[in-house]
């Protein structure tokens, strides 16, 4: 079996479900679905609407990813949960945003509507695989 090697993150709280935030194996980096909190001050608080939220999410990505050596610039694969397909603009829109610079190539991404997320207030959760 091929080693693999947890990514976390220094100065954030350790996760209630049993998971590790990234996940580094085989020239990648396995990102863990990101939520649209943030910790702010020592405590997680929940983004307002789709454009805040899906900023948090990429930007709670882009730490485990530099935490693991990478970058957004690598990842190679998204997907994205939504609670409502009615937030897919919004939060396409704040995508291309962080994926879109410089002309580079879009990551692969599948786009799914869920039921719900862990927490009531989150309606999009995103993970991702990038280079190591």
């Not at 996940?23 to 020592?42: E, K, L, M, P, Y």
């Not at 609407?49 to 990478?70: D, Y």
Request: glycine residues 12%.
């Amino acid at each position: 079996m091929a080693e693999k090697e947890a990514v976390r993150l220094e100065g954030v709280p350790a996760a209630v479900n049993p998971l590790t935030p990234g996940i580094r194996a085989g020239g990648f980096i396995f990102v863990s679905g990101q939520t649209g909190g943030r910790i702010v001050d020592g405590q997680r608080k929940v983004g307002e609407g789709i454009a805040e939220q899906t900023a948090n999410c990429i930007e709670n990505m882009k730490a485990v990813l530099e935490a693991g050596g990478s970058s957004l610039a690598k990842v190679v694969k998204c997907t994205v949960f939504l609670t409502s397909m009615k937030d897919f603009a919004g939060m396409n829109g704040v995508y291309k945003e962080y994926f879109g610079a410089d002309g580079a190539a879009f990551p692969a991404r599948s786009t799914v509507e869920v039921s719900a997320l862990a927490n009531p207030a989150l309606i999009v959760e995103i993970e991702a695989v990038a280079l190591a």
